[in-house]
């Protein structure tokens, strides 16, 4: 996946009222997420904001600020509360009482300013107190604001996770560990695996959720648009190999992204763990895809069919075996003893292998110019 993601971090642990006591966790939570977006690929933006700061300070770096991008992570972190109505993010030198928006930061103005912002998706983590009252103000202020702007240019997408629901309390610490555990490993649930290139927000407020009910606690999740692939997996086999010339990232993406992994599986029936091939029948149907790879010049061969049909063991095969050391260790393991050639891909037949679950039109479009060398500008 390519783009050009930032991340920013605000964390706010040391008071001078006394009122708001100190978070002994936010620096750990802090330097833990910025290990975490680094490794993801993500470029950090604002970094003076890491250590938070006093209201004057957060708001001149901010508004300097004129970021702007494919995908944006924003995370805060330190004390939350709502006050006559108005949730606030509690600055360094933000008062006990008699909140206002000199005083503090409100979580309506921080909407409107990342709403104002260039970025096509972007995901906001709230870690603090009443951050579930938080989310749906700043979702309420974002959505405002989006309908009042031009709708010209590509749709923006926007989800919110916070630590807390409603105007619950949330544990120092916490969100980001278990926001960490849940990206670098993956969700017990599998809900996505190694072979999904990005992560999608709603997926991952329901696996942190899980994970902090033993806790009593639980995330509040809010959207606009369609849930946001806004976290690249770092299980996934991409995010791990750097980009190469363009044959060598064709074979990377059919060998060890999609191929090796989704479609390898579906093309010998079996699951992550498991071994041998198992791939049987659809021999009518093989001859016909081979015959259109061997002898078509031009055109549009589709594949439909209901869920469970075996769409994705027909192309997975054909896929798998148009790569040769594929071709070939189906071979040595006795795959092939008695499939007719006919029933066989050319070697080298397939120039792009795309899964297309979790990803957006636009990281189609990139992959696909990828796989013909074109620009993406």
Same mark, same amino acid.
């Given at each position: 996946?390519?783009?050009?993601?930032?991340?920013?971090?605000?964390?706010? =642990?040391?008071?001078?009222? &006394?009122?708001?006591?100190?978070?002994?966790?936010? %620096?750990?939570?802090? !330097? /833990?997420? *910025?290990?975490?977006?680094?490794?993801?690929? *993500?470029?950090?933006?604002?970094?003076?904001?890491?250590?938070?700061?006093?209201?004057?300070?957060?708001?001149?770096?901010?508004?300097? +600020?004129? =970021?702007?991008? %494919?995908?944006?992570?924003?995370? +805060?972190?330190?004390?939350?509360? #709502?006050?006559?109505? $108005?949730?606030?993010?509690?600055?360094?030198?933000?008062?006990?009482?008699?909140?206002?928006?000199?005083?503090?930061?409100?979580?309506?103005?921080?909407?409107?300013?990342?709403?104002?912002?260039?970025?096509?998706?972007?995901?906001?983590?709230?870690?603090?107190?009443?951050?579930?009252?938080?989310?749906?103000?700043?979702?309420?202020?974002?959505? !405002?604001?989006?309908?009042?702007?031009?709708?010209? @240019?590509?749709?923006?997408?926007?989800?919110?996770?916070?630590?807390? /629901?409603? *105007?619950?309390?949330? !544990?120092?610490?916490?969100?980001?560990?278990?926001?960490?555990?849940?990206?670098?490993? @993956?969700?017990?649930?599998?809900? +996505?695996? $190694?072979?999904?290139?990005?992560?999608?927000?709603?997926?991952?407020?329901?696996?942190?959720?899980?994970?902090?009910?033993?806790?009593?606690?639980?995330?509040?999740?809010?959207?606009?648009? &369609?849930? #946001?692939?806004?976290?690249?997996?770092?299980?996934?086999?991409?995010?791990?190999?750097?980009?190469?010339?363009?044959?060598?990232? /064709?074979?990377?993406?059919?060998?060890?992204?999609?191929?090796?992994?989704?479609?390898?599986?579906?093309?010998?029936?079996?699951?992550?763990?498991?071994?041998? +091939?198992?791939?049987? @029948?659809?021999?009518?149907?093989?001859? /016909? #895809?081979?015959? *259109?790879?061997?002898?078509? !010049?031009?055109?549009?061969?589709?594949?439909?069919?209901?869920?469970?049909?075996?769409?994705?063991?027909?192309?997975?095969?054909?896929?798998?075996?148009?790569?040769?050391?594929?071709?070939?260790?189906?071979?040595?393991?006795?795959?092939?003893?008695?499939?007719?050639?006919? &029933?066989?891909?050319?070697?080298?037949?397939?120039?792009?292998?795309?899964?297309?679950?979790?990803?957006?039109?636009?990281?189609?479009?990139?992959?696909?110019?990828?796989?013909?060398?074109?620009?993406?500008?």
């Amino acid at each position: 996946m390519t783009d050009d993601g930032r991340f920013v971090l605000v964390g706010i =642990g040391d008071y001078q009222d &006394a009122s708001w006591p100190k978070l002994n966790h936010v %620096s750990a939570s802090v !330097e /833990r997420l *910025y290990r975490l977006f680094r490794g993801l690929g *993500y470029g950090h933006e604002l970094p003076d904001l890491a250590d938070g700061g006093d209201v004057a300070t957060i708001t001149r770096r901010l508004r300097a +600020w004129h =970021g702007g991008g %494919s995908r944006l992570v924003l995370y +805060w972190t330190g004390h939350g509360c #709502v006050d006559a109505g $108005e949730h606030f993010l509690i600055a360094a030198d933000s008062p006990g009482t008699r909140l206002d928006g000199l005083s503090a930061i409100t979580a309506k103005a921080l909407a409107r300013f990342l709403a104002n912002r260039e970025f096509h998706e972007v995901l906001i983590l709230l870690d603090c107190c009443a951050g579930g009252a938080a989310a749906s103000r700043v979702a309420a202020e974002i959505c !405002e604001v989006l309908d009042r702007t031009s709708a010209a @240019g590509p749709e923006r997408r926007f989800a919110v996770i916070a630590s807390a /629901r409603g *105007y619950d309390s949330a !544990e120092d610490g916490l969100f980001a560990e278990t926001l960490e555990h849940v990206v670098r490993h @993956g969700p017990e649930d599998r809900r +996505w695996t $190694e072979h999904d290139e990005t992560i999608r927000s709603d997926e991952l407020a329901d696996a942190i959720t899980r994970i902090l009910s033993d806790h009593d606690a639980a995330t509040a999740f809010r959207a606009l648009g &369609a849930p #946001v692939p806004a976290l690249r997996n770092p299980l996934h086999p991409s995010a791990t190999v750097p980009d190469e010339d363009v044959e060598t990232k /064709r074979l990377r993406r059919l060998r060890s992204a999609d191929v090796d992994q989704h479609l390898v599986l579906s093309a010998r029936g079996i699951e992550v763990g498991e071994t041998g +091939w198992y791939f049987c @029948g659809r021999e009518r149907l093989l001859r /016909r #895809v081979v015959g *259109y790879l061997q002898h078509a !010049e031009r055109g549009l061969f589709a594949i439909t069919g209901s869920p469970g049909t075996g769409k994705s063991a027909l192309l997975g095969r054909i896929a798998t075996l148009s790569v040769p050391a594929l071709r070939a260790a189906a071979e040595e393991e006795g795959a092939l003893h008695d499939t007719p050639s006919s &029933a066989l891909p050319p070697l080298g037949s397939v120039d792009l292998a795309l899964s297309c679950r979790n990803k957006t039109l636009d990281d189609c479009l990139r992959a696909v110019a990828d796989a013909l060398n074109l620009p993406t500008h």
